[in-house]
């Protein structure tokens, strides 16, 4: 069965954190739409220093979660820095825990997670510099590579990207997850 994820980012994402869940979900057979405030392209952080540019496929104000099957939201800490201080981001992802659908966050991703008021009392993972963030918004952090969380599937680097792609189409594939609340 076909689905469609949209990956929410912005200038400075972690490339590895983009691409590999795109991929990996292109790999199913599934449409992967970059989705970001801007039109146009948007620039990779690719581990030290600027990486490419991505084409992105919608924009905010094109979108709305109810055409998705699934979020991604990539780390890096310039991305969800912008992010997590858009309000139509926030209201975009807050739609998709809303409707129950799986939500994938990596790295610094979470930090979107926490602003949008969908953290607390959840299992999470992270990057280990915002695991006190996480905790002061109520989630449970442990430090582990992948951890789910009723169709949230959260982990902390891309050395981690193997298990975090396999468990977000593990996700995908289960559909609303209805124990999902806000």
């Known amino acids: ?33 970059i989705v970001s405030p801007e039109s146009g392209t948007i620039k990779a952080w690719a581990e030290k220093d600027w990486g490419k540019d991505y084409q992105v496929d919608k924009s905010l104000n094109e979108v709305n979660a109810s055409e998705y099957d699934a979020l991604v939201l990539p780390g890096g800490v310039i991305n969800p820095d912008h992010l997590r201080t858009n309000e139509k981001a926030l209201s975009f992802v807050r739609d998709f825990f809303q409707q129950h659908k799986p939500v994938a966050a990596i790295c610094h991703g979470p930090q979107v997670l926490i602003n949008a008021g969908v953290v607390e009392g959840r299992n999470m993972t992270s990057v280990n510099s915002i695991s006190e963030d996480l905790k002061n918004a109520g989630a449970r952090w442990e430090d ?23 468990k977000m189409v593990e996700e995908i594939k289960e559909g609303k997850h209805q124990e999902q609340t806000l």
Not at 10 to 32: D, I, M, R, V
Not at 151 to 161: A, E, F
């Open 144 to 166: 582990r590579e992948v951890i789910v969380d009723q169709g949230l599937v959260t982990s902390r680097t891309p050395k981690d990207l193997p298990a975090f792609n396999a």
């Open 1 to 33: 069965m076909s689905k469609k994820i949209a990956i929410l980012a912005t200038n400075g994402f972690e490339e590895s954190e983009l691409q590999s869940p795109k991929e990996y979900l292109e790999q199913q057979g599934w449409t992967a739409h």
